[in-house]
């Protein structure tokens, strides 16, 4: 059975798709910069690159251009639209109604729009995405993985803001968390690497990326990690600046006489790792500056270390210890400094706690619970 995964931004969509019998990939590549002139496709096939131009490129077009692919005798993989079983959608906010990946039909596409309101960059393209696909398989089962969906076992206490409580009811303000995905999938790996149930451990999952967060996970079970009601709160990320005392919104937005809207877009696109160094986002532009003498890239990948290792040990508070904390992810999967400075500087914390490195595979878990789902129904 072949499946095929969307993953759509803000202006691109990520796809694979997948043999379940043989639980491999067979091709994979990303569309970018749609809804402007110069979006292109990019695909990869045994080790080969075909890119080209899309013209007048949206989700609807860019699919389209997906399945042209996929079925293309030089750069396909499956003679027709039909040998494509299934497809699973990447969604970010299912906000606190689904807490697993579900099939997706009128309700399910309604509800995806609602959320939109919580992740107002993140749902519309899957959004959108979604309609492009129903359009072209009418008849292909559609499944949608929640990036919130795993965070949803959290329990009251660590989910509340200690804000008025109407706030939660009115307007669902609360913490959701995200990434669940991943979260999961390297917490299930782990265990399989430990040889151990899933449901014996606690395992602190660190995801560092463009985009870093953690989790608490307790018996197979999400029960705290550091994002919030929307991505920004937590770690320190590329762009992003993670925890703030909250009354410097006002604060910044008085002294530069600027909008809320502009504070949100300097905290989210102007901060981070960028905004501390002055010189990029990236992690190995930081790691190269800072072994030059860069006193601000130092900084910045300081700040970030420090971040880290508050919520390591915030979560081996609140699961009474850990088997095993976890790194993926760019940063998490690659920069080894990082992790051997968190090792030692915890060193008295994690006596018997298992350091591992994972990769993550979020399409793949993707296309497993569309697959199960299909098994469960038939
Ligand atoms: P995303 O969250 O967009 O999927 P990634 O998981 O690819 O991002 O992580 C991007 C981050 O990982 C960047 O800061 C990048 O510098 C860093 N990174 C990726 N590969 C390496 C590497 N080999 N060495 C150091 N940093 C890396």
Redesign the pocket.
């Not at 995801?207 to 870093?212: S, V």
């Not at 986002?281 to 790691?287: G, K, V, Y």
């Not at 993926?328 to 920069?335: D, L, Q, Y």
């Given at each position: 059975m072949n499946i095929l995964t969307i993953n759509c931004g803000s202006s691109s969509i990520k796809y694979q798709l997948f043999c379940m019998e043989n639980k491999c990939s067979l091709v994979n590549g990303m569309v970018e910069k749609i809804g402007t002139a110069s979006a292109y496709i990019v695909h990869h096939k045994d080790k080969q690159t075909y890119k080209a131009k899309i013209k007048e490129c949206t989700y609807f077009t860019a699919v389209n251009k997906i399945v042209e692919l996929l079925i293309d005798s030089q750069w396909g993989v499956v003679g027709s639209k039909n040998e494509i079983a299934a497809i699973g959608h990447r969604v970010v906010h299912g906000g606190e109604e689904f807490t697993s990946s579900v099939f997706i039909d009128s309700h399910v596409m309604k509800r995806i729009k609602f959320y939109a309101r919580l992740a107002p960059l993140h749902n519309p393209p899957a959004y959108n995405g979604i309609r492009a696909a129903l359009k072209i398989f009418p008849k292909v089962k559609q499944v949608a993985v929640f990036d919130t969906a795993f965070h949803q076992t959290m329990p009251q206490e660590a989910f509340m803001y200690g804000l008025p409580f109407e706030f939660y009811k009115k307007y669902h303000v609360r913490r959701y968390g995200f990434h669940g995905t991943s979260h999961r999938y390297v917490a299930t790996a782990a265990a399989r690497e430990l040889k151990k149930p899933l449901n014996k451990l606690k395992i602190i999952t660190c995801?560092?990326?463009?985009?870093?967060s953690i989790a608490a996970v307790k018996n197979g079970k999400s029960i705290d990690t550091s994002m919030g009601f929307t991505p920004l709160e937590g770690l320190i990320m590329?762009t992003r600046c993670g925890d703030i005392d909250p009354d410097l919104v006002g604060y910044i937005m008085e002294k530069e006489n600027i909008s809320a809207e502009k504070v949100s877009a300097l905290m989210n696109r102007k901060s981070g790792?960028l905004g501390l160094s002055g010189i990029s986002?990236?992690?190995?532009?930081?790691?190269q500056s800072a072994k030059k003498g860069d006193k601000r890239a130092k900084l910045a990948i300081d700040v970030f270390v420090y971040r880290i290792k508050k919520y390591i040990g915030s979560y081996l508070a609140v699961m009474n210890g850990a088997d095993a904390i976890v790194f993926?992810?760019?940063?998490?999967?690659?920069?080894v400094s990082i992790k051997d400075k968190i090792k030692k500087d915890l060193s008295n914390l994690l006596g018997k706690v298992k350091i591992l490195t994972i990769h993550?595979d979020e399409e793949r878990l993707i296309a497993y619970d569309t697959y199960n789902l299909i098994k469960k129904k038939k």
């Open positions: 995801h560092l990326g463009n985009g870093c590329g790792l986002n990236d992690m190995r532009d930081l790691l993926t992810a760019g940063i998490g999967e690659h920069v993550t």
